[in-house]
């Protein structure tokens, strides 16, 4: 690309002799002509297509409303350029004009005056240091500039005596997009802007990028309107880093990135953009990273995460405003963000963003490299803001790495928004004729070892229902119906430690990994004691993604069904009912809903951190009966040792020095003993210690 020196003066009067910006694809250059410019703000004149364009406007203030598409650009930018062959090329934004131009798009928008942004909105987000840096570079030399070109590097920068300008320029006419839409003067925006920002932190200029375009604009937006909840979408195939650490702690903020990112090993580098970075502080869960382990991701896979993840948390923040840091740079034929996406990917995903906040979107261009790519990319977007459908895609679903990825993203994330449903979007349907559920194989193993260690058989569940949900998962010694003493122990499944071989792929270590399971003492002081046993994993098993859901009643209605079957029909005359963590509320189901009474001795409950199950209220009787036979054992840091009238409603609370429930269970196992002995004295005399 060839550039002449640029001049840039104060505008003379309409009509008088002045020196115009004349641009065609390969070159800027200046020339003398006799302008009939209007004035833009800050002394600089439009550019020549801008003043002959009808619906161009001289300032925001002077916007009326109209029911469309706002567009910026302001070929001053293109000042900004490296005399080598660089990949952020001024032609980028050209490109992506004379292509809206030449489909005669730009004639139905309305053009929206470009300015240089003020040092108190940069301030908004970024340090005064870091103003300072920007401002400094107009003041270089050439022989300063060749003499920084190997710090630049390192920060995959470069700079002219034009970079100032030409990213006060970018960083105003985002700001001046989003105020437009913002304030209503236009239905949606396109910013055509350069140099990008989203890898601009808030000290730091780096990635191509000086200011944060983005960032400033939604500060000086939540400052000057009424507009406070921003969602960012940033599809550029790099992670967003200055964005994200913009607002990495502001909960009216919602930042979602779509990138390549390979364990860290993809620009920007580093674990920030990982799907575990969701935010800190006030503003933990506002951050989505959606980060792609390689290369090669395509629009099914982007349009995977919209339906998955993105939209469904984007309905639920319900933002006043879309902000789209749109790089082009995952688009088909990119070398750098080597990704397939298509423009009508683009647009599709433009059409979903359009269905919030009103429609209020701007879309602000970041990177994309490729000049082909991102200008027909920018094209399908344009049309979509301008209310033409997106063109229809072709068959396709998303692929195994893709879906994989976005079903790990739902496991953070479904911390935060209860919209994000992980079984939903669980991969693996496909496998299902020749896989095997871990669970399958944890309970393969309990069955082998409670038939070979304990001689207990499986009861058969003829409920079809709990048989789906619960086989495997329900055992008993064969003297059930005719011991005098009987225990109910039910609990979930045990703990499961998974080490991983790598984090952000989330292959677990097999040779590391272990199940802890604390029900094997307690079942075997049982039996030396002499009692007959019925052992239950509370857990039921998880469903199909097109199968019924389990849920709480089912828990309830499995332990009904082994009263009224088993230990009502039984001629037992002491029952302990034994329950750790979650078993704890369905066994306190069985006290109230059932007659216990005559023949309950003991009601154990080693509870985690939920809340302690109690009776009923309305029952006096079973309330004094409770009282009197019941022990609960709690961990150290437990809410309810704050509430004395929840403490009242217990007989013997016990408070365990640990924290961990299972630690609490396996420490309290001695006061277990204990109590069973003393509500039933005569399994002292049995051997079990």
């Not at 929206?112 to 570079?137: C, M």
């Not at 009508?344 to 990177?367: C, N, P």
């Amino acid at each position: 690309m060839e550039i002449d020196a640029l001049d840039f003066r104060e505008p003379q009067q309409a009509g008088s002799s002045s020196q115009q910006i004349l641009v065609d694809e390969t070159s800027v250059r200046i020339s003398s002509s006799v302008s009939g410019a209007l004035p833009a703000q800050n002394g600089y004149e439009m550019a020549d297509d801008q003043q002959s364009t009808s619906n161009a406007v001289a300032t925001r203030s002077s916007l009326r409303w109209e029911p469309t598409t706002g567009y910026v650009y302001d070929v001053r930018m293109m000042a900004h350029a490296d005399a080598r062959d660089h990949p952020e090329t001024p032609e980028r934004i050209v490109r992506i004009h004379n292509l809206l131009k030449a489909n005669q798009l730009l004639s139905e928008m309305l053009y929206i005056p470009v300015r240089l942004i003020t040092r108190q909105e940069v301030l908004l987000v970024h340090s005064e240091d870091h103003w300072n840096k920007i401002e400094s570079i107009q003041y270089m030399d050439q022989d300063q500039i060749t003499e920084s070109q190997s710090f630049y590097d390192q920060l995959s920068l470069y700079v002219n005596a034009s970079t100032t300008m030409a990213s006060k320029l970018s960083c105003g006419g985002v700001v001046e997009a989003c105020l437009a839409v913002a304030e209503g003067k236009v239905r949606n925006a396109f910013a055509i802007v350069r140099p990008p920002g989203h890898h601009a932190e808030p000290d730091e200029h780096m990635g191509f990028c000086f200011f944060n375009n983005v960032a400033v604009a939604t500060r000086v937006v939540q400052l000057q309107t009424k507009l406070q909840r921003i969602m960012i979408l940033d599809w550029d195939v790099h992670h967003g880093n200055g964005t994200q650490r913009a607002f990495y702690d502001n909960a009216s903020v919602l930042y979602v990135s779509l990138h390549r990112y390979e364990g860290g090993a993809y620009y920007p580098c580093g674990p920030f953009g990982a799907m575990e970075s969701c935010g800190e502080d006030a503003g933990l869960g506002t951050s989505v990273n959606v980060p792609w382990p390689c290369g090669g991701m395509r629009d099914a896979d982007y349009l995977y995460a919209f339906q998955k993840l993105i939209m469904p948390i984007a309905f639920e923040f319900s933002p006043d405003l879309v902000i789209v840091s749109a790089g082009f740079d995952a688009a088909e034929g990119d070398d750098l963000g080597e990704c397939h996406v298509s423009p009508a990917g683009y647009a599709h995903m433009t059409h979903m963003l359009l269905s919030l906040a009103s429609g209020r979107v701007v879309v602000a261009l970041e990177g994309g490299y490729n000049l082909d790519s991102i200008s027909v990319s920018a094209r399908a977007v344009t049309e979509v803001l301008l209310g033409r459908p997106p063109p229809q895609l072709e068959p396709q679903t998303a692929s195994e790495i893709g879906t994989e990825t976005v079903y790990q993203c739902c496991l953070v994330q479904s911390k935060y928004w209860r919209s994000i449903d992980p079984k939903a979007c669980e991969p693996g349907e496909a496998y299902q004729p020749v896989s095997l559920p871990l669970v399958e194989l944890l309970k393969a193993h309990r069955t082998n070892y409670l038939a070979t260690a304990h001689q207990m058989f499986e009861i058969p569940l003829v409920d079809a229902r709990l048989h789906t949900f619960y086989q495997s998962q329900l055992f008993c010694t064969e003297d059930v119906f005719t011991n005098r003493t009987l225990v109910l122990f039910a609990h979930d499944f045990g703990n499961l430690r998974v080490e991983l071989v790598n984090r952000e792929s989330c292959e677990p270590n097999t040779e590391r990994s272990y199940l802890i399971d604390a029900t094997k003492s307690v079942i075997s002081w049982i039996q030396t004691k002499q009692c007959s046993l019925i052992d239950l994993n509370i857990f039921p098993r998880p469903a199909s993604s097109k199968g019924e859901i389990p849920s709480a009643k089912f828990s309830e209605e499995i332990m009904t069904y082994i009263w009224d079957n088993y230990i009502d029909l039984s001629e037992c005359q002491e029952v302990v009912f034994l329950a750790f963590g979650t078993a704890c509320s369905s066994m306190m189901y069985l006290v109230n809903h059932r007659a216990v009474r005559e023949k309950v001795k003991a009601v154990i409950q080693v509870v985690g951190h939920e809340t302690i199950p109690v009776t009923t209220k309305d029952n006096e009787s079973i309330r004094s009966w409770y009282l009197k036979t019941s022990l609960v054992i709690i961990p150290a840091n437990h809410r309810t040792l704050r509430d004395d009238l929840i403490r009242r409603r217990h007989g013997n609370i016990l408070v365990s020095d640990e924290r961990q429930p299972v630690k609490v269970f396996i420490a309290g196992f001695p006061d277990i003993k204990d109590f069973m002995e003393d509500r039933l004295p005569h399994l002292a005399n049995l051997n079990g210690d």
